[in-house]
Each structure stands twice: as structure tokens, then as C-alpha cells.
């Protein structure tokens, strides 16, 4: 690829890229002006990321309209980058040691991830310069799609405190209080299995029938339904989820008192959690840490995700040197099928049907308006494409011993798809398995008085310490809309309206507090 920089005739330099001019030949300032004048924004957005915008020319005319606007640069070529004058704007380019794009796309995935805060993410604007993109269409495509899939999915993490933070909350400080027997890590040298609820874990339960007394099985909260009904116990539970529907797919968990179950105190109430064996996971949230700290309830490590399967998945290799394989994996839906059958939730999806509306229909709306997107048979969606992106961005920490089972049409690197066969193959006798011994907790009145104590201090510090970064991000769990709010309003320089905003955000976070401690009291 030939690159120039030839000025143009009003003085400015400009850009060629194999001969195609990037900016204007005759005044690349007023071009870059009238762009950014002709986008029409009335309000200044909170992040702008500007991809590939030449060099100097957008940039500049973009600060100087909209000068509080956090501005990202994500040039195309290093050496485009090293002539621009992007200002004092983040810039990210092609690192030297990428041998493909998927490596430059790892490191455009850091990048953002990094400069990214919460709350630029509501108010983000993707601004392509037109000329570049089409100069470089491959990497313009391939940048443009990274950025989309971290946008959505730090955008879904954060619907997902607004919608459950109060939630997560009580139903940690109510796991910490109540929870009965504690146990360490999985620990066994045997082959793991790891089962999600994909559509493919029903041709999976023949493999895991017949290999049954060969693995240990770690389920998925949402495919013990699914394994139950096939006959088949589990040796871990795991579930994540905070919210009401959780507890259907951890319903039939009743009939097994002594079935271990992975999770976060956040996680929704399981049934019998005062007798059952649990295995509380540490996936770092500080408010969390410090919970299970004063209540003397040891945890296990688990790196932060977005989906229970990657959850189960860690667990399973950190337990084994041995293989890990994941059944039930699909990362999109068999044309009307989504799930293993039985599902928990299916009552509640079907249970509407009627003469008028039959549950074949119902089952085609929905489908259709989820996973609008069709490879052959399968449908692909969002939602399903956010949950794909933890597994190949993490593609590279499975190492050699991770396979998957039948797989489905998205791939997933690091993750090898092997048949019954050559699963069969990786068997090497009888598992076994044990927990970790921990050290039994305080009895359950004894924590609520360490948690009535925890919750006063938290108060104290609300009210003496507002600006203090680990009070916020637990207030952000009771009102996270106000929150994000005070931090765009101060970044903008509008410190009086800001300090309303965070002095609601108090009120409710002590009116909050306070209902928990007479939940606790009473």
C-alpha cells in the first residue's frame, strides 16, 4: 500500500492512499467542518470514536465543535497514524508484532475496553471518515465489528445492574446470612464435562449416560431440567443469575439436598441454601469480597463473565488437568428450538397458546423477532453473539485440553469440536472428585449482627465519604441511573446539578440500607 501526504492548495496536508485522495485536494479544514456541521447532532455526545479519520483534519474540527466530548482515534495504518495530530485524544493503531487481524483485533478489544467508561457508553458515537473506509474496507469492517460487539456488550452489563442491582444486593446480603454448609474447589484428575442448555445437549445425553461413572459432570443451572429428565445427577450446580427466573431452572434442585451448587452471593435464593453444600464464587466484585470476608464464608476465585457456561467453564479448568469438554454449547438456535428439552421456562413462554394462537406460532414470532438473522437453518441474534464474544476473546486461556461436542455453525476458537468417538477416546477410567475443606462460618445470628454492623458503617461512609469510589459502586446498585448521571453532569462542568443528582442517589441508597436492616432485625 502507498501512502503520500501532498498538500493541498490551500497549505493544509493532505492524504493519498494507492492514489485515492483521503481528504480534500483543495481545502481538507472546511471539508472536515462542513462534515462534522452536516452530522445534525443537537446534543453533544458523551464519547465519540473516530475511525480512521486521516490525519488532523476531523479530529481537530470535532473538538473544536463539541470540546467536552471524550473523543477515541482508531487509525488504520501506523504509519497513517504517526503523521496525524490527533490533539491529546487516546489513539490506537495497528500494533508492530500483529501477524493477523484477529491478534489486531485483541488488541483494539483492550484498547477500548480500557478508555471506555460507563458512562460514555449511552450517549456513544461511532463516526467512520467515508474516503478511508473505503480505502481500507477490510480492516474498516473488521474494526467496526469489534467495536459493536464491546459496545453492546458493556451496554447490556449495564442494563443489566440498572434492571438488577437492588436485587443483587439483597440477595447477597440474605445468601451471607443464611447459608449453611461451605466447601472449597472442585478438585478431581479426571476428564470434566461441562453441560449448558444449547438445543445440541438432548444428542448429548447418550454420551453422557453411557460415560457417566468416566466424568464429572458440572451443569449449567438452566440444563438440569433437561439432565434430570434424562436420569442423570449432576456433580456441580452452577448459577449466576440474580433474577426471579433463575429459581424455575433451580426448582427440581429440591429432590437433591445434597447436590453442590456454584455461585456468586448475588445469585437468586436457592432452594434449601441453609443445609445445602455451596460453593460461593468470588468473581470481583468488592461489595461481594467484603461480605463473605465479614461473614467468614471462604470463596472461590472466578474470573468475571457474562454467561453461566463461561462461568462453569472456569471452574471446570481449574479443577482438571485433564480434558474439559462442553456439550450443550450452541451460541444460537436449531430454526424454532433455542433450548434443551425440558426447559424450565418453557411453561411460561407456551402458556398462552390457544386455539388462535397455537404454540407453533407463538414459538415463529418470537424466534423470528429474537434471532432475525438465518445461517441455513440456525438462527443467529445479539444476544447470542455477546455471549459468543466472552469464549473468543478468552479463546487463547482454553489451551489444548477444552473441546466442544457437537458444535453449531459459530466457531469458536480454542474450543476443538469432536465427535462421541474421539469424546469417548479422552475417558481414562472411573472419575473421582472432591471438594476443598474450608473453615465451617459463624452461625447465622452472629453474621446478621456483623451484617447490621456492615451496613451502618456503609451508611456512615455514604454520608461522610460521598466521593469515595467503593461507596459508589455500591450505590450504583440502587440507583445506577443517577450515578452515570452526576458523572457525565461533573465531567461537563455542571458541578451544582451533579451534587443534586448524588444527593438523590444517597437518599435512596440510605432508605434503602435501612429496609435491609429491619429485614435482618425482624
Known amino acids: ?43 453533544p455526545p458523551s464519547c465519540v470514536i473516530l475511525l480512521e479519520p486521516g490525519i488532523d483534519h476531523l479530529a481537530r474540527s470535532l473538538g473544536e465543535r463539541f470540546p467536552r466530548t471524550k473523543m477515541l482515534v482508531v487509525h488504520y495504518d501506523r504509519e497513517i497514524a504517526s503523521m496525524a495530530d490527533d ?50 474496507p477490510k480492516m474498516h469492517t473488521a474494526v467496526l465489528g469489534t467495536i459493536l460487539e464491546i459496545t453492546r456488550r458493556l451496554a447490556a452489563g449495564i442494563e443489566t445492574t440498572a434492571a438488577f442491582g437492588r436485587r443483587w444486593f439483597s440477595n447477597a446480603i440474605d445468601n451471607a446470612r443464611t447459608a449453611g454448609s461451605i466447601v472449597g474447589p472442585l478438585e478431581t484428575s479426571s476428564p470434566v464435562v461441562v453441560a449448558a442448555a444449547g438445543f445440541s445437549l438432548g444428542a448429548s445425553i447418550p454420551f453422557l449416560r453411557k460415560n457417566r461413572k ?105 479443577s482438571t488437568p485433564n480434558a474439559v469438554i462442553v456439550c450443550g454449547l450452541d451460541l444460537c438456535a436449531d430454526d424454532l428450538v433455542s433450548h434443551s428439552r425440558p426447559y424450565a421456562l418453557d411453561p411460561f413462554v407456551n402458556g398462552g397458546e390457544s386455539r388462535l394462537s397455537p404454540a407453533y406460532s407463538r414459538a415463529f414470532v418470537r424466534e423470528n423477532a429474537l434471532s432475525p438473522e438465518r445461517r441455513g437453518r440456525f438462527r443467529l441474534s445479539r444476544q447470542f453473539a455477546t455471549y459468543a464474544s466472552w469464549f473468543i476473546d478468552n479463546a487463547d486461556r482454553f489451551g489444548r485440553r477444552t473441546f466442544r461436542l457437537f458444535p453449531s455453525p459459530v466457531e469458536l ?36 449482627g456483623r451484617i447490621l454492623r456492615f451496613l451502618n458503617e456503609l451508611l456512615t461512609t455514604a454520608r461522610n465519604r460521598p466521593d469515595d469510589k467503593d461507596i459508589e459502586e455500591i450505590i450504583k446498585l440502587i440507583d445506577y441511573a443517577d450515578i452515570l448521571a452526576a458523572r457525565k453532569l461533573e465531567r461537563s462542568g455542571r458541578f451544582a446539578v451533579a451534587a443534586e443528582k448524588r444527593l438523590a442517589s444517597d437518599r435512596k441508597f440510605g432508605d434503602f440500607v435501612e429496609k435491609m436492616k429491619g429485614r435482618i432485625d425482624g
Not at 425 to 443: I, K, N, Q
Open 87 to 136: 490533539g491529546n485524544n487516546p489513539v490506537w493503531s495497528p500494533p508492530m508484532d500483529s501477524s493477523d487481524a484477529g491478534s489486531a483485533m485483541d488488541d483494539l478489544r483492550i484498547f477500548i475496553e480500557n478508555e471506555l467508561s460507563e458512562e460514555d457508553i449511552s450517549g456513544i458515537r461511532l463516526l467512520p471518515w467515508p474516503p478511508a473506509a473505503k480505502a481500507f
Open 214 to 318: 468416566h466424568i464429572v459432570l458440572v451443569s449449567c443451572s438452566s440444563a438440569c431440567p433437561a439432565l434430570f429428565h434424562a436420569g442423570i445427577v449432576p456433580d456441580l450446580v452452577v448459577s449466576t443469575d440474580a433474577g426471579y427466573w433463575a429459581r424455575c431452572h433451580l426448582a427440581e434442585l429440591r429432590a437433591f439436598p445434597r447436590l453442590t451448587l456454584a455461585m456468586p452471593l448475588e445469585a437468586a435464593l436457592p432452594p434449601g441454601r441453609e443445609t445445602r453444600p455451596l460453593m460461593i464464587l468470588d468473581q470481583g466484585s468488592g461489595f461481594e469480597r467484603a461480605l463473605a470476608r465479614i461473614c467468614g464464608l471462604e470463596s472461590v476465585g472466578v474470573e468475571p463473565n457474562g454467561t453461566v457456561t463461561g462461568t462453569a467453564l472456569e471452574i471446570a479448568l481449574a
Open 1 to 43: 500500500m502507498e501512502l503520500s501526504f501532498p498538500p493541498s492548495r490551500s497549505g493544509a496536508r493532505g492524504l493519498t492512499v494507492d492514489g485515492l485522495a483521503i481528504h480534500s485536494r483543495f481545502d481538507p479544514a472546511i471539508e472536515a467542518d462542513r462534515f462534522v456541521a452536516a452530522l445534525g447532532w443537537l446534543c
Open 413 to 448: 476458537p480454542g474450543m476443538r469440536a469432536i465427535g462421541m468417538e474421539e469424546a469417548v477416546s479422552l475417558m481414562d477410567g472411573e472419575a473421582s472428585f472432591s471438594f476443598g475443606l474450608v473453615t465451617p462460618p459463624p452461625d447465622g445470628k452472629e453474621r446478621s
